[in-house]
């Protein structure tokens, strides 16, 4: 079993992760449905001037500020149910199913949040590999979606040599733990 955790740091934005007590015996669990971005997802929310090298910090606080926005601020999280993210309708707030979150959950469009070719990766996944091998899972009405878990690695890439593993821009110096 698990929980859902605000993880945000700043006051404007809203992300969240997953967590489980030691003896994992709480009646929620929890998951995160991860998409793999790169350059072309993310340079067009790089505002001009700032590196490219920090595209993906952009990126990832635009959609922590959107979710924030959605959530209507104090870290109140986002959500809609799983079943209507993937028909892209709108969740009645009146009917939501309880969450293991506990500073406030608001119904929300989850499903505009994202660019539509990401929304459209989760939805096929959901839809088609995690309905095979959980089957029910993509069309339980308890499952929830909430937003934005946006830290499940680091927005900054550094090259590195493919042999000795030092930074291709900075002789001698090892980067590790990005």
Known sequence: GGQIVA???QEDELCINGMSFSRRQSKWANSALV???GPK???PFCPEGTPK???GIAF???FEQEAAKMGGGNLTVPVQRLTDFLEGRESDPETLPASSYRLGTKAAPLHRLYPEHLYRTIVEAVSSDFQRRLPGFATCPEALVHGAETRTSSPIRILRDP???ESAAFPNVFPAGE
């Open 60 to 62: 990832q606080q635009h």
């Open 7 to 9: 993880t945000a740091t």
């Open 163 to 165: 042999e000795t593993y």
């Open 53 to 55: 090298a920090l595209a």
């Open 41 to 43: 997802d993310w340079e």
């Open 35 to 37: 998409v793999t971005v």
